[in-house]
């Protein structure tokens, strides 16, 4: 009987905290050995620009220093982790997308590698893009705070305004 | 009047900033294991390096400090005695919780106590290269539980005690085994060991078991099993023999849904638990976490089997760092009577900085009886929780 009642109740809480977490861009870190959390900013630069089935943009980017992580201590390592008093930037060019899939060239710590990406289109002007990064491909040492790590695995998710 | 005057003093200690303690709702800032702040995988007991950081730079308020203060020497001060580790191999912790209590509030027989609940000293010890092997002892004084007071298990306890002692060995870091004496696993592990989801289950502050515990935490995946053959400080009739088990997965990010089960016996009772759980991060800072069981209890010489279901729904608010504002629902039923029993209790919880936590809650009881009428009973509590 009691499950009968509140199972309503456990479900619906699980589901509207699925709906929580909106950001244009979220970059999704793994703790070692357990654990996770999220660096975040609204303020993802530079336009995409629809023609036809196609997304191109020029160049997107993001002020490293923009990234929040919900914790001051934890801001000021990634930030540093990253390099970005001589890199303040991460940016992603020459980006090209068609039929939920495409490729850029992103730019970290001064390293830049091809990225392919996947996307999937929101509504008429929004798309969202996912793509995993490893940190160690852009000269980045592994990152670890008082025996925690981060896995070399980095998720992330840009929602995107489409001109 | 009574209620006026509570209202009052929760809002007073709102804008002054009070808070409190509880710890799986920290999956509110995106810790959804206890391993990470914890060397017990299943939470309690002393906290890590990187949880006293975590406590101090992310928990606890900066109300106390100069705004100038470095985040980096706030971390640094969360060490034992403010002072940085020795050597990463030892580590020694203490702890302190006290507990104004205030019963009946408004009642004739109306108590007011202070109640020194826990003051321990703890050593963890760990070695090897990835330190993968671990030993952990706690001792210190754990009053002799109010029910088992003048009891023969009561007198057989002593005031100054292990609650927790054990050695562990993780050969890869989501793996990992431990020996001794521990809580069993089962359920959200919430502070109030007053809930009826610890007391209907016979997990409170003094049922930790000698045994064996599995431990694996994968990405989205964690999990622990338990064999326990009861506390061997205890005398041997009431020593709980069994096994347990927790589970918990990992969906849409920051939300967790988990089970568990739990049988044990001792020479008068069989035990057997099952519940469902789930930890939801909702914003940054906020989490709500839900737990519904149900406990079959059956005395070993007789027939009768008593069932007990229990539900707890307690969320978390940040209002700013530092400051908490709780919510506890609970539900208890015996198939014993037709009566039941909802609590609720709402409270706050400050971490004004860090090692210190301050806590006040009320606690409204009010038993459901078709056959009589019975007053709804209020409780004040107020603890104070330190550690170095």
Known sequence: ?163 | MIKSLLLFFLIIMNFLGSKAYAYPHFISLGYNSCITCHYNPFGNGPINDYGRSVSGTAIASRDFYDENKPEELIASETAFFMKEALNKHIKPFIGYRGMFYKSNLGQEGSKVEFINMQFDANLVVKFGEKDQFIASGTFGYAPIPRALQNTPTGDAMKEYRTREHYIGYRPKPNWGIYFGLMDKTYGIRVAEHNSFSRISTQLTQDDQAHGAILHYSGPTFEGGLNAFVGNLATKADVRTKGFAGTFEQTVFEKNRIGASFLSQKDDYLKTMATAIHSRSQITYGTSVMVELGRVDKKPVNGTLTRKEYYALLQNHIKTHRGLYFLNSVEYFKSSLDKNYRVRFGPGLQYYPFSKLELRADVYNTRNFNQEANSRDRWDLLMQIHAWF
């Open chain 1, 1 to 163: 009987m009691i499950s009968k009642t509140y199972f309503p109740l456990f479900l619906f809480i699980t589901l509207f905290s699925s709906l929580s977490n909106a950001s244009d861009l979220s970059v999704h870190m793994t703790l070692s050995p357990a654990g996770s959390f999220d660096a975040k900013t609204a303020k993802l630069r530079g336009d995409v620009v629809k023609s036809g089935d196609k997304y191109t943009a020029d160049s997107l980017w993001v002020k490293i220093e923009d990234l929040k992580t919900g914790i001051d201590l934890r801001d000021d390592h990634f930030h540093k982790h990253l390099n970005f008093e001589k890199f303040p930037k991460i940016s992603m060019t020459n980006i090209v997308a068609q039929s939920g899939k495409g490729s850029a060239m992103l730019t970290i710590n001064g390293v830049p590698n091809k990225q392919d990406f996947t996307y999937k289109q929101i509504n008429d002007k929004k798309i969202e893009a996912h793509f995993n990064v490893k940190p160690s491909a852009y000269k980045l040492k592994e990152a670890k705070y008082l025996e925690i790590g981060v896995d070399d695995d980095v998720e992330v998710t840009a929602s995107m305004d489409v001109k």
